[in-house]
């Protein structure tokens, strides 16, 4: 200490008074006394009061010894002389303690003129504080070496500054006390303070490089402001962690011309070792002596000069003479403030100082570097830096992951547990996170060792990146702020959101009438009502169209009645021939009912194509019932349960979500904490055995449904997030692993890894399922089946009833059909003993009629043809002319004619099959009816009927009799009519024979020729 004080001396001397800004050149003359040598205390305040006296000393720098220092502050009390120190731990009142602390507080403060330039150590207290905050640690040491030194760090033990920070705090008893550090081992602490002196904080850090905890995994803070003179080659290169405070900086011109002087002093050359010698505490007595000088120079201008007696005192501690100028010299102090070489120096009024900034440097592998500035009124404001940067190359990170497919797969199992106590290599794991981490150790040029955590929880990996246990995380490790505040995060590689796993909906059942279903429940009303008022304009239009009567004969030009095609039913049988594609043998002529059907027909055309093309859509996809359709569903309803895997970022998302629907669902997981799952193998096993809704990341959600055909995602994503790799805060490689994983992205190579990963390996393709179009089943059509049954059915019974409707009627007129007369007499005749009485029942009983309807119905033989039983009006009753054909203008038709002979009823003749002997072929001739029946008037009254009756030709039953079949047939021949020329104009031979009631009658008969000459057999002719 004494060669530093006389080097303080030596410098300001040597500096002309202009270069420190003084108004009096003042020489400082340097006096040293060892009080180290006296062997009591006595003899020490002898010796200081001694050297007092006699040199007229007006100031002491004291020693850096707190007992000494603490004897010198109070002689300098009791005669009011300054006492100058720049020990970090000399009488502050906040490190004594006991005895030296009560004998402080009996000194009279107000007469002590007390000065350090050390930093106070509660300025230090509240920087550390501030560092440690700034650093978010969670778990630290502190190694101190003396028990006062803890006093700077007083701030840090009370206010860690997070909930729940583990501290130890340690003592280094000796030089080669290594206890601590393997206590921080033991207890996985990499964050270390060590309050030690320069000694020991050397030797701490060398034990530490031998223990292999110089390395990045590890942080170290020193509370020594004297870091510029350690020698840090053997750290800087070991990617240590160390950040420190200090006062100076050594590119600075001012520490550069008082090194000049240092070394010219020390008469040493300038190099790097020697260099470590300018120390902060050299650099603080250099400052110290220049306070000095500028607060004397204050003194010396106040008074006028150096001849005032009072500048220069006889000071005496015997006779307690004080200097009486000594506390107004004190009083200077409080009054300077210059710019030293340890920054800005100013004092307090009790004599700390104050206003001074502190250098925040960290080890790099350059050396020391200024990472920020800490000042008593901002704080600590740094970017922490490792000295590490761009020293990737060729080194090995320690990578903590979890395993999981398809991320990062063990090929050995599939469980975690398995791996421990156990060695394993890289090799054994496969998955995205390890091709990812191959491209980036590629792209980086390093090394890495997978140290996957058995736990499952993902926090568990924050951690271990926090505490420097691992290097990186690569996993799906989900960015949010809780972790951000942790750890620091790349750019995501993957982006992802919060979705809902749940079981594949069953297809629903095609309803029986599904192909109902191309169209709803209105647009089948609409339809039908635009059936029916289609068909109702199409017949009004109709009938007020004169176009659309016509001529029924059109070869009859005089013909006086004209018909309408366009009824009731004629019309709803166009609207409905029309819907349903298909021709109609009703047509319209009219301009207007054309453009009414044109209309119609263009609406039928789109809405059948429509109908065509949703039912093809509605029948080949299978419709898939859904209990949930998204995240509000879930809520609302108490059969199916959800939950998440307890401990994740998808619970965090839920507990600190303010949407009501989220904050519901969170509200219901926490109150059954049966539905968390410890992790996602078993939330998937749970959907898929029993009603359970599962929350995971839609990329967990994608791999899963690849494998699991009967599991699906519902609905879209609760939120949007993205996967990162976790590094510890302040990393600089953060930036560097930023810049691959987007190089990474735009080349397509995640992408591809992603698709091996996902649906590579997978066993539920898609692409099979729509490959080709199921087949229709019973289940999908079956319902056209039942319409086409009732159809059936319905026309059925309509028939039914149409035939008895028909039959009554037939009944009702007493009027037998020609067929029935004479089959029923055939067959009642050969069988029945047929007598008149049983004949004339028959032929008034309806069910009579309705038998041999019946039965001609359902011959499969027989001929399509039948006597039509035609009703005659009650003038036509009374008429006994013996041949009458009648004309009836509203049933006119090349197929309707009625004949009389006599009294015999109006028939219709038919041509029939026998159906009983299957031998007849029977052929029915109608003769033409009179060439001039245009005749209305005659065809209309009934009076007029006997002036048509000698044209009225007759009608002839001719069959073909079997060989074996005996009758009689009289060949005589008599006219048929009265007109010779009517019959030979028609074609018609007259016959003299028997009817089939055995009288006997005039038959005319004609046969073609093509008959006549092809009949196999006889010919029996009947007239009726």
Known sequence: ????????????????????????????????????????????????????????????????????????????????????????????PENLAGDAEEQWDNVTRHDCVSINLYPSNAELNIAFHNLTHKLHWNKFIIIYDIESGLTRLQRVLNDPGLNQTDILVRPFTHINDRSALLDAIGRDVFNIILDLNDLHTHAVLKMALQMGMISSSYHFVLTTLNIDSYDLEDFKYNFVNLTAFRLFRRDDQRVKSAMDSFFVFKTMPTDDINQRLFTTSVALWVDAVLAYAYAYDKLITSYGGFRNEAI??????????????????????????????????????????????????????????????WSRERGANFTLISSSRGTLFNSTLIVTTIIGAPFVIYKHSENATVILNQTYSNSEFEGFCIDLLDELARELKFYYKIKPITTGRYDDMVEEVRNKVADLAVAPLTINYAREKKIDFTKPFLSLGIAILFKLPKPEKPGLFSFLSPLSLEIWIYTFAAIFTVSFILLLIARCSPDEWRNPYPCDAEYDYLENRFTVSNTLWFSIGTLMQQGSDVSPSAIST?????????????LISSYTANLAAFLTVEKLVNPIESAEDLVKQTKIKYGLVSGGSTEQFFR???????????????????????????????????????????????????????LTQIGGLLDNKGYGIGLPEGSPHRERFSEIILDLQEKGIIQKSYNKWW???????????????????????????????????????????????????????????LFIRIRFRFILGHFYNYNKKQKKYFQHSVWWELLKEVRFSIQCGASNRKALVTRRCSQCEHDADPCTLAHHPHRRSSSLASVNFGRTSKTR???????????????????????????????????????????????????????????????????????PDSSAKYGLKSHRGEDDNGNSADINASLNSSLSTNSRFPLRVSRL
């Not at 720098?61 to 120190?85: D, Q, V």
């Not at 054309?594 to 789109?606: K, M, P």
Request: with cysteine; net charge positive.
């Open 1 to 92: 200490m004494e060669s530093i004080f006389k080097y303080a001396i030596f410098h300001y001397n040597r500096l002309a008074k202009d270069a420190h800004n003084l108004t009096h050149k003042i020489n400082l003359q340097a006096e040293t006394l060892n009080l180290i040598s006296s062997g009591s205390t006595l003899k020490t305040v002898e010796d200081v009061c001694s050297l007092i006296h006699q040199r007229r000393v007006q100031g002491i720098f004291g020693p850096p010894y707190i007992e000494l220092a603490t004897l010198a502050h109070s002689i300098c009390c009791h005669i009011n002389i300054p006492f100058i120190n720049v020990c970090s731990n000399c009488y502050d």
């Open 312 to 373: 220069r005192p006889n000071i005496s501690c015997v006779e307690d003479n004080k200097w009486p100028l000594g506390t107004e010299l004190g009083l200077k102090f409080n009054e300077i403030s210059f710019d030293g070489i340890t920054g800005i120096v100013k004092f307090t009024p009790s004599g700390k100082r104050t206003g001074f900034e502190l250098d925040i440097v960290h080890l790099t592998e350059t050396g020391l570097t200024k990472i920020g500035v």
């Open 594 to 606: 054309r453009l009414v059907s044109g209309i119609w027909w263009f609406f039928t055309l789109i």
């Open 656 to 710: 600190e979500s303010t949407i009501p629907v989220y904050q519901a669902m969170w509200k219901f997981m926490s109150n059954n904490p049966e539905v968390f799952a410890k992790n996602s193998q078993e939330g998937i096993d749970r959907v898929k055995s029993e009603s359970y809704a599962f929350f995971m990341e839609s990329t967990s959600i994608e791999y899963t449904v690849q494998r699991e055909c009967n």
């Open 759 to 817: 649906k590579g390996k997978g066993t539920c393709s898609s692409d099979k399922k729509d490959s080709k179009a199921n087949p229709l089943g019973l289940t999908n059509v079956g319902g056209i089946f039942v319409v086409l049954l009732g159809g059936i059915v319905l026309s059925i019974f309509v028939a039914i009833l149409e035939f008895l409707w028909h039959a009554r009627k037939n009944h009702a007129d007493r009027r037998v059909s």
């Open 909 to 979: 003749t038919t041509i029939e099959k026998t159906p009983e002997l299957d031998k007849f072929d029977t052929v029915l001739m109608l003769a033409t009816e009179q060439r001039n029946h245009s005749d209305s008037y005659s065809r209309r009254h009934h009076s007029s009927m006997r002036s048509q009756r000698k044209k009225s030709p007759s009608l002839l039953l001719v069959e073909q009799q079997p060989s074996n079949h005996v009758h009689r047939i009289q060949t005589q021949q008599t006219p048929l009519n009265k007109n």
